[in-house]
């Protein structure tokens, strides 16, 4: 699979998938930092693609390069205020791994603000998820249900919101 999409990035070196797809092989292989080289050189080649910045600030993120992958969704967000899920991947990072960081968590707060209504169930995930880092876990439990109630077979929001009923003493 790897010099398949090797070979078809040599022949149209802006074509987004192959790079992704070779990404995702490199993954499979237990090779994460040829994943990651592979989305640099492919956002590079691409002209910034948004999906393969999703995809490499996610690619860091799974690596523990939390900083890194920081950085990619902000420079995202600094092309493109509207992106919402380099929006949702941001603040979901800063509340995972910056919650001690008070100031971290207020811009989290700040950007999932939007999200306080949305139908889509991963952002109200990520706001409901904030919340219940900042400690309002009321109204973490009332956005992390709907958004369990959207998506009623997926198990890190049914993770999520036990944990703010929990810090309810429910």
Known sequence: A???YTAALQASPGWVQPYRS???TYRFMG???KAIETLR???AATNGSEVLALDLGTELERAGRHDEAIKVFEGMLAKN???QVAVNNLAMILANYRS???ASLDRAARLVEPFANSENPAFLDTYGWVQHRRGRHAEAVAALQKAVDK???APEL???LGLAQLAQGN
């Open 100 to 102: 001690a960081d008070a």
């Open 2 to 4: 790897a010099r398949s």
């Open 31 to 33: 090779q994460g930092d």
């Open 22 to 24: 070779l990404s995702m």
């Open 158 to 160: 049914r993770y999520h």
């Open 81 to 83: 205020p509207q992106q």
């Open 151 to 153: 998506a009623p077979d």
């Open 41 to 43: 050189r492919g956002v």
